[in-house]
C-alpha cells in the first residue's frame, strides 16, 4: 500500500518510506492510500479474544500487504507483553486503563510497535543508524525513550519543555543513557515539536544524518493505537454494553483520537466521540466556528495535552475530505469539551470520593468529557492515558494524601540525569546535531 502527505505535494511512499522518514518531503503527514474494513462478524467475534490476538487483527488489516503476517505477529506479540482493562467507575461510565504498560502510559503500545517494526525495516534494507528524533510534553518520551531503548541501529533524542514535564515523567527518559539522548529545551511544547519538524526540512542536516520521528506523526506510532479501540470494544461487548458506545478521549496533539476515528472508519461501531481538551482549545474552538486558529500552549497540569498546534489535527481534515462540508462532518461524530486545572482537580476529588477511582489529570478531562455529555441510553468509555503516580506532586496535593508509587516508576527515580540543555532556537539545535 502507499502513503500520500497530508499537503499533497509530496510523491506516495511505500510503508518502509513512510516509517523510517517520519514526515513527508512537503512537511504533511502520511496518510493509507485507503483504509480496509473489518466486518462485523469479525469485530463481534473479538470478545472471545485477548488484546494481543485482536491487535494482530487490526495489524494484519493495515499493514499485511507489505509485512508477512507471521512477521506481523511478532511484532504485535513482542509489544504487548501487558493488557488494557476496562474498568466501571460510575453507573454507565467506564475507563480504559492504557496505564499498564513499561512506563505507565497508553503510549507504550505504539512506542513499542514502532520500535519493533522500524528495527524490522533496517535490517530487511540494510541502512545505517536511524536517528529519531521525539518531541514530548510528557509521557511520548518515556514511552519512546523505553520502546527504543537498546534497539540495534537506533539513536534516539527526546526533546522536552524545561520545567514543564512532571518530575517522574523526566526520571523516565533523562536517566537511561545508552542510545537514547535528552535534551532539555528553553520554551514550550510546540518550540520542541517545531525543532523536530524544522529538523526533517533541512538538507544539511539530512544529509549529515538520516532522521525519523517516533511522535504520532509517524504512521507506525499512532496507527497500532487503533488496537485498543476494539479490545475496549470487546471487552465491554462480553458484558452487554457495548451498544450506543460514546468514546471520549483526552486531547494533545490529536494523534490518539485520530487513531479510535481510524478504527472507526475500519467498522468498529462507536456512536461518537468526544474530544476533551484542557485550556489548550484550538480544535474546540475549530468544532464552534469552523476556524482552526494554532496559537502558543498554556501550562496546565495536564501537562501531556499541552499542545497548541497539534499536529494530527491535518489528518482529521484529510479524514474528513478536506472540502466544504469537512466542519459539518466532523461535527456529526466528534464534539469536545474543554476543562480548566480547577475543574480538573474538582473532578479527581470527586471521583475518589464518590467512586474510590483515582484520576489522573488528563484521565479526568475524559471522566468529565462523559459526565457532562452522556445520555442516559449511552455506555461512555474514557481513555485513562497515565498510572496516577506519574504525577504524585499534583494528586497528592488535590486528594491531601500520600499515592503509592508503582515500583515500575521507582526503578527510573534511582537513576541519575542526564540531558544536555539547549536553547529554542533552530541553530543551536542544528549545530548540536551536526556535532554528533
Known sequence: ?????????????????????????????????????????????????????????VARTYFDEDIDGEILDKIVNDTLSFDTPVVQVNKNIYSLELFHGPTLAFKDVGARFMARMLGYFINKMGIGQVNVLVATSGDTGSAVANGFLGVPGIHVYVLYPKGKVSPIQECQFTTLGNNITALEINGVFDDCQALVKSAFMDKELNKHMKLTSANSINVARFLPQSFYYFNAFARLDEDNKAENLVVCVPSGNFGNITAGLFAHRMGLPVKRFIAANNRN????????????DPRPSIQTIANAMDVGNPSNFARIIDLFGNNRNTHENICQLISGCSYNDENIADTIRKVYASCNYILDPHGACGYQGLADNLSNDETGIFLETAHPAKFKDTIDKILNADIAIPDKLKAFMNGEKQSTPLEKDFDSFKEYLLSR
Open 1 to 57: 500500500m502507499k502513503y500520500y502527505s497530508t499537503n499533497k505535494q509530496a510523491r506516495p511512499a511505500s510503508l518502509e518510506e513512510a516509517v523510517i522518514n517520519g514526515l513527508a518531503e512537503d512537511r504533511g503527514l502520511y496518510m493509507p492510500e485507503r483504509i480496509k474494513n473489518i466486518p462485523t462478524e469479525t469485530i463481534r467475534r473479538m470478545k472471545g479474544l485477548s488484546f494481543q490476538e485482536i491487535a494482530c487483527i
Open 281 to 292: 482549545d484550538v480544535f474546540l474552538e475549530y468544532l464552534r466556528t469552523g476556524h482552526y
